[in-house]
C-alpha cells in the first residue's frame, strides 16, 4: 500500500517573558528594603519611646525626694582676728544676705544676664537656640569653648548635693529645670540662682561675693563690680580679683562687652570703665603673707576643739603692725639683694617672750606658693645654732672669760676652716663667738661631745633629727625655724621653757567658749639663769662688736648670725627683753647665693622690724639683760671678774681689736667629708 505523503507542519516559534531591566529591579528592591527599614524603624523607635518614657518616668520618681533636699548646705565659716580684734581671714564657706533682683541695681542683673544666659526670660528651661549656637561654635573650635546650660539649669545643677557626671543626673537637671520653670517665676529663678552660686573664696550668692571683694553689699555694687562678679560665673578662682587682679581685669572687659551687644550698656558706658587700669597685683608687704599664719592656725583647730561643725571665731596672737613691719623689711632687703646675691626667699617669725607668735612670714608671697617656710622647711641655721654649743660648754663648766686655741684643725677627712682662712691664736670664748670662729666651735663640741648639746637643744626646743657629729657645731642639720625662734626666746626668758602658741580664745557664732588658753602652771628652767646671763653677754657683743653689727637697735638686744655652707642659707635670730625672732633668706631650690650672709640682709630685716615691734610692744617684758640679778656687786663687777679685767668697756673694746680686719661674717665651713664623732674617743 503506498504510503501517503506527509507535509511536515510548519512550527510557530513560542512567545518568551520579556525579562524586566536592572534599573526596575534595582528600584523594587530598594523600595523593599526601605519598607523594611521603615517598619523595623518603627519598631525600634516606639520601642525606644517607651523605653526612654519608662526611663524618665523612673527619673522622675525620685524628682520629690531631690526637690525636699535642697537645701544651702556650707562649710562651717572660720573667722579668724588678730590680737587686736580686726578680722585678718576667713575660711569655709561664707554665705551672704537673701536678696531677691529687685533688691539689686539694674546692672547687676544684667551683668550676669548677658554673660551667662541672654536669652533667660524668653526660654522654658532649655534653651534650644542658644544650645545650637554653642555647639556650632565648639565644632567651629574643635573644642568645648562654650556651653548651652541655661541659669535654670544652672540652679538645678546647683540643687543636687552631688556632683555626678552621669546620664541619670543629667536627665533629672533638665526634668528639674522644666519643674522649677513650672513652680517658679523667672525672677525668683534668678533671685534662687543668685543667692546660691558659688563666686570664689569660699563665697556662696552674690552678696557674700561682694563682701569679699569688695567689702560692700550687693545692692551697692557698681556697673565694673557687677561686671567683676558676673565674670567670676566661668571660673571663680582663675577670674578672682583677689588673687588674679589682672585676669579679673580682662574678664571684666569681656562682660562689659557682652552688655553692650546685649543693649545693657552703651559704648561710651564700656569706654569709662574698660581703660581702668587693672588693679596691680598686691606685694608681699600688702597682707599676701598673712594667710601663712591663718594656715597655720587653722591646722590646730581640730586639736584644740575638734572637728569644725559650726561657725567659730579665732581670737589670736597675731601683731598686725609687726606684722606688717615684717612684710615691709622682707621686701624691701629681698628687692635690694634679690639679683645682686641671688636670692629670691625670705621668711621669718617674731615670738613674744611669753610664746606668743606675733608675726609669721612662711614666705615672700602667698600666691606663688603656700609653703610656710617657717614651720615646715628644714634649713640649716649654720652659726646661729653655736650658742648653744657654747651655752652646753659654760653648763659643763667652762666660762666665757676662758681661752680657747683658734687654729686650723682637721679631725679624720673633716677639715672646717673659719670664714677667709682666718685664725687668731689664743681667743677667748667671748671673743671667739662675737667673731664667730668656726674652729672653736668645733673643738667646743668634742670637748663636751654631741651628745650632751643634742640634749641642750632638745631643752630649748629644737625637736629636729640632729645627726650627731661634729659638724653640728656648725648647723649642719635642718631645723625648721619656728624652733630656732623658740631656742631663742627661751634664752631671752632667762632659761624658762617657752612654748610658742598662736590661738587666745575660740568660740561659737553665739559667743560660747569652745576653747580659752590658761597660762601655763610649770614654768620649767631648762637652763640655769646664770648660764644663760652668759651666753647673753656674748650674743650682745655679736651685735654690739661682731658679725651682726647691722642688727643693732636702741634696746638691749643678743643674737647671732648664721650661713650655710656655700652660702645657702642666712639667717639672723636673737631676743630682747620682750621678743625673739628668727629671719631667713635663701632659695627654695637650695642654689647657693653670692654670698649673702646673716649679718646683711636678715640682719637688717631683723633690727627693722624689732624696732617697730617695741614701739608697739604690750606684752611682758623678761629681762635676762638686767644686770643687778648678780648680786649687790653689779653685772659688770660679775663680769669684770670672771674676764679679769677691769669693766665690759675693756673687755669690749678688746674684742673689736680680735675683729679689726673687718672680718664679716667668719661662718663658711668645707667639710670633706662627715666625721662621726665617737663620744668615748
Do not use: C
Request: proline share 5%.
Amino acid at each position: 500500500m503506498a504510503q501517503k505523503k506527509t507535509t511536515p507542519k510548519k512550527k510557530t516559534p513560542q512567545k518568551t517573558a520579556k525579562k524586566p531591566s536592572k534599573t526596575v529591579q534595582k528600584s523594587g528592591f530598594f523600595k523593599t528594603l526601605i519598607a523594611k527599614l521603615f517598619k523595623w524603624g518603627f519598631v525600634v523607635g516606639l520601642w525606644f519611646l517607651i523605653g526612654v518614657t519608662i526611663l524618665m518616668a523612673w527619673y522622675a520618681s525620685e524628682l520629690p525626694s531631690v526637690t525636699k533636699s535642697m537645701v544651702f548646705e556650707r562649710r562651717p565659716t572660720v573667722i579668724i582676728k588678730a590680737s587686736d580684734g580686726s578680722i585678718l581671714d576667713r575660711y569655709g564657706d561664707v554665705k551672704g544676705k537673701i536678696i531677691t533682683i529687685q533688691d539689686l541695681p539694674p546692672h547687676v542683673v544684667n551683668a550676669v544676664i548677658a554673660t551667662e544666659d541672654r536669652r533667660f526670660y524668653k526660654h522654658f528651661g532649655f534653651d534650644i537656640v542658644g544650645f545650637a549656637r554653642a555647639m556650632v561654635v565648639n565644632i567651629r573650635q574643635m573644642s568645648f569653648v562654650q556651653g548651652g546650660s541655661t541659669i535654670t539649669q544652672q540652679l538645678a545643677k546647683n540643687l543636687f548635693l552631688s556632683r555626678e557626671r552621669t546620664i541619670k543626673r543629667k536627665i533629672q537637671e533638665l526634668m528639674l529645670s522644666f519643674w522649677l520653670e513650672r513652680e517658679l517665676t523667672k525672677d525668683e529663678i534668678l533671685s534662687a540662682y543668685l543667692n546660691r552660686v558659688y563666686l570664689g573664696a569660699g563665697a556662696y550668692g552674690i552678696d557674700a561675693a561682694a563682701n569679699v571683694y569688695f567689702g560692700k553689699s550687693a545692692t551697692e555694687l557698681s556697673v565694673r563690680e557687677a561686671a567683676t562678679i558676673a565674670g567670676l560665673l566661668k571660673a571663680p578662682s582663675r577670674f578672682s580679683p583677689a588673687s588674679n587682679p589682672h585676669k579679673s581685669a580682662e574678664r571684666t572687659k569681656v562682660v562689659l562687652g557682652a552688655m553692650v551687644d546685649a543693649g545693657y550698656i552703651d559704648q561710651a558706658t564700656y569706654d569709662q570703665f574698660a581703660k581702668l587700669p587693672p588693679s596691680p597685683r598686691k606685694k608681699p608687704s600688702s597682707g599676701d603673707t598673712i594667710r601663712y599664719f591663718t594656715d597655720y592656725v587653722v591646722s590646730q583647730l581640730n586639736d584644740l576643739i575638734g572637728n569644725v561643725e559650726s561657725d567659730i571665731i579665732v581670737e589670736t596672737t597675731l601683731n598686725k603692725d609687726i606684722q606688717e613691719e615684717l612684710e615691709e623689711s622682707m621686701t624691701k632687703a629681698l628687692l635690694q639683694y634679690g639679683s645682686d646675691k641671688n636670692v629670691e626667699q625670705g621668711a621669718g617669725i617674731v615670738i613674744r617672750l611669753d610664746g606668743a607668735v606675733s608675726a609669721m612670714m612662711g614666705g615672700r608671697d602667698y600666691g606663688d606658693s603656700e609653703f610656710n617656710r617657717v614651720t615646715n622647711s628644714l634649713r640649716p641655721p649654720g652659726s646661729s645654732f653655736k650658742p648653744i654649743v657654747y651655752l652646753t660648754a659654760i653648763e659643763e663648766g667652762w666660762q666665757m672669760s676662758d681661752t680657747i686655741i683658734d687654729e686650723p684643725i682637721r679631725f679624720g677627712r673633716y677639715r672646717p676652716q673659719n670664714y677667709g682662712h682666718e685664725y687668731y691664736g689664743e681667743v677667748t670664748l667671748y671673743e671667739a663667738l662675737t667673731m664667730s670662729l668656726n674652729t672653736v666651735a668645733v673643738n667646743l663640741m668634742r670637748d663636751v661631745s654631741p651628745t650632751k648639746v643634742i640634749d641642750m637643744a632638745r631643752r630649748l626646743g629644737v625637736t629636729a633629727d640632729l645627726e650627731e657629729d661634729l659638724s653640728l657645731a656648725l648647723g649642719s642639720s635642718g631645723v625648721p625655724m619656728i624652733q630656732m625662734a623658740t631656742a631663742y626666746a627661751t634664752l631671752g626668758r632667762g632659761g624658762l621653757a617657752v612654748e610658742p602658741y598662736a590661738i587666745y580664745k575660740i568660740t561659737d557664732k553665739d559667743g560660747t567658749i569652745l576653747f580659752e588658753r590658761e597660762e601655763p602652771r610649770d614654768n620649767r628652767q631648762v637652763v640655769a639663769a646664770q648660764n644663760v646671763y652668759q651666753i647673753t653677754t656674748m650674743m650682745e657683743s655679736v651685735i654690739q662688736n661682731g658679725t651682726g653689727r647691722a642688727a643693732a637697735i636702741p634696746y638691749p638686744a643678743a643674737g647671732k648670725t648664721g650661713t650655710s655652707q656655700e652660702f645657702r642659707d642666712a639667717w639672723f635670730i636673737g631676743y630682747t627683753p620682750r621678743y625673739a625672732a628668727a629671719i631667713w633668706m635663701g632659695n627654695d631650690d637650695n642654689t647657693p647665693t653670692k654670698r649673702l650672709t646673716g649679718g646683711s640682709g636678715p640682719a637688717r630685716v631683723w633690727r627693722d622690724t624689732m624696732i617697730k615691734a617695741h614701739e608697739k610692744s604690750g606684752g611682758p617684758t623678761f629681762n635676762i639683760f638686767n644686770r643687778a640679778g648678780f648680786g649687790s656687786s653689779g653685772f659688770d663687777d660679775f663680769l669684770s671678774r670672771i674676764l679679769g679685767g677691769d669693766s665690759l668697756d675693756g673687755e669690749e673694746s678688746r674684742a673689736r681689736t680680735w675683729n679689726r680686719q673687718g672680718s664679716g661674717e667668719p661662718e663658711e665651713y668645707t667639710p670633706l667629708g662627715r666625721h662621726q664623732w665617737d663620744v668615748n674617743n
